[in-house]
């Protein structure tokens, strides 16, 4: 028995319509080949910060908006002694949140002579909208250095403190 419907034969010519979906799914691919070839975002900087105290902490440099708003945002964990320094443009009274956090973090804000002027210790992820703000800090801020919750405790951070890091400019 032979069926009714027909079927392509498997050399037949493209038509109009399969010639043009395989053009723009070509293009498609050809685009974002360039676009990640020509667009790779370019590696995060890890500085170490040394705290009076001896403790160091390996710290990745935030400083693209998208890095200071996100900050430890969407990390599962963080390995101990590693965190991130974001590095605001300019001085000020900055405020930061903990939505989309999965893990409990110290804050410690630094100033422009890199002394620590406020530290919050063991901040909770942000559970529901609208989020608490942290911050902002007594006086102006230029760094804000995030880490695992008791880091600050073990590196016996302090207000005043002088802390010894070098930011490629």
């Keep these: 028995m032979s069926s009714s419907k027909s079927r392509a034969k498997p050399n037949a010519p493209l038509t109009p319509n399969r010639k ?11 685009l974002v080949s360039g676009a990640l070839m020509f667009n790779a975002p370019k590696g995060t900087e890890i500085i170490e910060v040394r705290f009076p105290g001896g403790a160091n902490l390996q710290a ?3 400083e ?3 890095k200071l708003l996100f900050g ?22 900055h405020k930061v949140w903990t939505k989309q956090y999965q893990f409990n973090v110290d804050l410690i804000w630094v100033n422009e002579s890199k002394h620590v ?12 909208d609208p989020c608490e703000w942290h911050g ?6 230029r760094y ?4 695992n919750s008791g880091f600050a405790e073990r590196a016996q951070v302090a207000l005043g403190q002088e802390l010894v890091f070098a930011l490629r400019m």
């Design 20 to 30: 043009r979906i395989v053009f723009l799914v070509l293009m498609a691919l050809l």
């Design 60 to 62: 990745e440099v935030a």
């Design 64 to 66: 693209t908006p998208e």
């Design 72 to 93: 430890l945002a969407f990390r599962e964990t963080l390995p101990d002694d590693h965190g991130i320094i974001m590095l605001f443009e300019e001085s000020g009274l």
């Design 117 to 128: 002027v406020h530290i919050v210790e063991s901040v909770p992820p942000c559970a529901s």
């Design 136 to 141: 902002p800090p007594p006086e102006r801020a």
């Design 144 to 147: 804000l250095i995030e880490a």
